[in-house]
């Protein structure tokens, strides 16, 4: 196996390396910050793609280099300054690839933004700041030229998620069904609803954007004023609805608990932070938003807390496979506060949806 040394060389720009510091942030992807040694060049984020849940990486790259070429290039048009701060730039190997293959795993590297920070919570103030943003990032993808790929197929089909849930209860490979069926039949007893947007778009009446597909507040970069610099984690950002993305930011960052967390009395929908985001990001997406897709952005809160509660049961049911751990029982507890989330959110769904209209 290379060392990280040696998989940093195959990316020249970067210079004489000091510090090779491990990140832990993400469920997914091992991450780490390379310190260079002259003071004056920049820092790097090394990054191993995990290439089980990424199959093809030559079109995650595809991706990549598509949205943030475009993106660097409205930012250019549009005259706005400190654009290396504002969008990602991955680092070329010698031949040009944005990523290196080691004979085992791909490595990739990109550029760490200087003071930069990521926040694990938000405030009304800044989760508005961040719905304008997350809002923008799709209007500016709204007319990109090239075709892009799933990374993850299917990744937030529900239908496909519902399968896989089933398959994993039908083969029970850890012998823990008996354990969590109630919660099998509380999640089987909405499946239905939560296909809406799968039938809505083979209706034709919902369509598929280029979308985020992971909006948590983690990834979002903020200066050092709490001014939002950039979205990051571009590794999901693929066809879909918008819907993920309005969800998937309520679901994380609109949680007073944490995502596990072990007391279940402290996860409940933060209404401030739905009504903050949501603002922010219906003003600069309404440009390009259908009404169908405005209406249905309290349906998106509980569609992906629904989908994230099924993957980490369908996790636990499994064996533990797909996320990191950190303790026997993580999926299950991420299982219990996702689904304690749902269920604040179904609460507070007539009032989501009257601030919405209100909105509009
Ligand atoms: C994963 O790696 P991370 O934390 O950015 C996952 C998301 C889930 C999330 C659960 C590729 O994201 O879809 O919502 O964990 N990413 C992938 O918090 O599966
Ligand atoms: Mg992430």
Redesign the pocket.
């Known amino acids: 196996m290379k060392s990280l040394n040696e998989i940093i060389a195959q990316f020249p720009e970067v210079g004489k390396v000091g510090e090779i510091i491990p990140l832990t ?5 091992q991450t780490y910050k390379v310190q260079t040694e002259d003071p004056q060049a920049c820092d790097y984020i090394l990054q191993c793609v ?1 290439h089980q ?2 199959k093809d990486v030559e079109l995650l790259q595809h991706n990549i280099e598509c949205v943030t070429r475009h993106i660097r290039e409205k930012l250019e048009k549009a005259h706005e300054t400190d654009i290396d701060r504002k969008v990602l730039r991955f680092v070329p190997t010698a031949e040009g690839k944005t990523y290196y293959f080691d004979g085992e795993r791909y490595w990739r590297v990109c550029v760490f933004i200087p003071e930069s920070q990521t926040l694990e919570a938000v405030t009304p103030e800044s989760s508005y700041l961040v719905g304008v943003k997350f809002g923008e990032f799709e209007a500016m993808l709204a007319d990109l030229p090239e075709k892009l790929g799933e ?2 197929p299917d ?2 089909n529900m239908e496909f998620r519902l399968e896989s849930f089933k398959e994993a209860i039908a083969s029970n490979k850890s012998g823990r069904l008996e354990k969590v069926q109630w919660m099998v039949d509380e999640l089987l007893k909405r499946s239905d609803e939560m296909c809406k947007a799968e039938r809505l778009y083979r209706e034709g009446k919902l369509p598929k954007r280029i979308t985020h ?2 909006t ?1 507040v ?2 979002m970069l903020f200066d050092e004023n709490g001014k939002v610099l950039c979205v990051i ?1 571009l ?2 950002t693929m066809p879909g609805f918008v819907l993920s993305d309005f969800g ?1 930011f309520i ?2 960052a609109g949680n007073t608990g944490k ?1 596990d967390d072990k007391n279940l009395d402290n996860v409940n929908l933060n209404m401030d932070i739905f009504r903050s985001f949501a603002k922010g990001y219906i003003e600069s997406a309404r440009s390009f938003l259908l009404p169908i897709e405005i209406e249905n952005l309290p349906y998106g809160a509980k569609l ?1 807390t629904y989908m ?1 509660t099924v ?2 049961l369908t996790d636990y049911i499994d064996g533990d496979c ?3 751990i950190q303790y026997p029982e993580h999926n299950w507890q ?1 299982s219990q506060a996702q689904f304690k989330l749902l269920q604040s959110i179904e609460e507070h769904e007539k009032e989501m949806q009257n601030y919405i209209q209100s909105l509009i």
Do not use: S
Request: include cysteine.
């Open positions: 942030a993400g469920l997914i992807n995990n849940v990424f990374t993850i990744f937030h597909c992971d948590k983690n990834n984690d590794d999901t998937d679901r994380t995502e992906l994230q993957r980490f797909y996320y990191k991420r």
